[in-house]
């Protein structure tokens, strides 16, 4: 599967709740975390590869997750300004403010529910993962200035990759 970049539609649309879990959808699952692997990222969302579900895979720190329509359930009143990047807007990063903590439920591949509580980079991932099933990336989270700068860097690099 290809990951779709900054620019694609498919990225700004709120993904749809998956019904129920099927093959169809352990497939799309498989999928993502092959992408994700290949791509060495910490997450990825099915927006990401074009599929319009509430789906995110992360890999953080030896701990992995599949969740099917996750929630974010809270987040710590502490937010921390950390350098981020995404699979998306490949080659550039920005300072993002997200919380410390963030705790998400959601469905195993299996049908049950976990909870998932996580701090540091853990907790960035679940937050932006989350951000991409509802339509948002990070330069969302930054300021018209500093999106304006990291997009020109964006748009810079991409005319100096090889065809």
């Not at 950390?82 to 997200?98: F, K, M």
């Amino acid at each position: 599967m290809e990951i779709r970049t900054y620019g694609d539609p498919a990225l700004r649309r709120r993904a749809e709740p998956v019904g129920a879990i099927d093959d169809g959808v352990r497939a799309i699952c498989e999928q993502m975390v092959e992408t994700m692997l290949r791509a060495n990222g910490a997450g990825l969302a099915a927006p990401q590869i074009g599929i319009s579900k509430r789906i995110i895979v992360l890999d953080v720190g030896g701990e992995f997750h599949v969740l099917i329509n996750p929630e974010l359930i809270e987040t710590s009143d502490e937010v921390e300004q950390v350098t981020e990047g995404c699979l998306s807007v490949p080659g550039v990063d920005a300072a993002v403010g997200r919380a410390t903590r963030a705790v998400i439920e959601g469905a195993t591949l299996n049908g049950e529910t976990v909870r998932i509580e996580g701090e540091g980079l853990l907790a960035r991932a679940i937050q932006h993962e989350m951000d991409h099933l509802n339509g948002n990336l990070f330069l969302d989270r930054l300021s018209p200035a500093r999106r304006q700068s990291v997009l020109r860097e964006y748009e810079r690099r991409r005319r100096e990759e090889p065809s």
